[in-house]
């Protein structure tokens, strides 16, 4: 996960435009210029938010070690913020389609880890979810 934090902050830091970027920065407009327009009121304030959340994994993981936390709501949706990120951007790279999602991931495939990768994510967001949801069964709120 350390590592994967790794390099979403240096795609969601750098200048340049890559597949991940653009899937994690989408034009919310089809007209270019409406586009340039909104991403100049809000690119920065986004980024930020997207840094913050990646900050808050890496605070809560530290640098060595396995980690048992307990995080307050703020911070886990903070967390869920950067998950959602680090499934787009693995999901890219690997040119996920909505059938490979539904699939174990092929032992033999040289990207079967980072499909473990990406299906783990998905299970710890969907976790992280259940747990926040005051109205999922089997919590305690």
């Known amino acids: 996960m350390r590592h994967v934090v790794s390099e979403i902050t240096q795609v969601i830091s750098g200048e340049g435009t890559t597949d991940v970027h ?3 920065f989408p ?3 089809d007209d270019p210029e409406e586009t340039r327009k909104y991403n100049a009121l809000v690119q920065d304030e986004l980024r930020t938010h997207k840094l913050r959340a990646l ?3 890496r605070n809560t993981l530290g640098d060595t070690g396995r980690v048992n936390a307990s995080l307050p709501p703020d911070e886990a949706h903070l967390w869920l913020t950067a998950l959602t990120d680090m499934r787009l951007a693995l999901g890219v790279r690997l040119e996920v389609s909505e059938e490979d999602m539904g699939r174990e991931p092929d ?3 040289p990207n079967a880890p980072a499909f473990a990768v990406l299906h783990w994510l998905g299970w710890l967001q969907e976790t992280m979810v259940e ?3 005051p109205y999922s069964e089997g919590t305690d709120s």
């Open 22 to 24: 653009d899937r994690l």
């Open 27 to 29: 034009d919310a407009f």
């Open 55 to 57: 900050d808050t994994i």
């Open 107 to 109: 032992p033999d495939d």
């Open 131 to 133: 747990k926040l949801d």
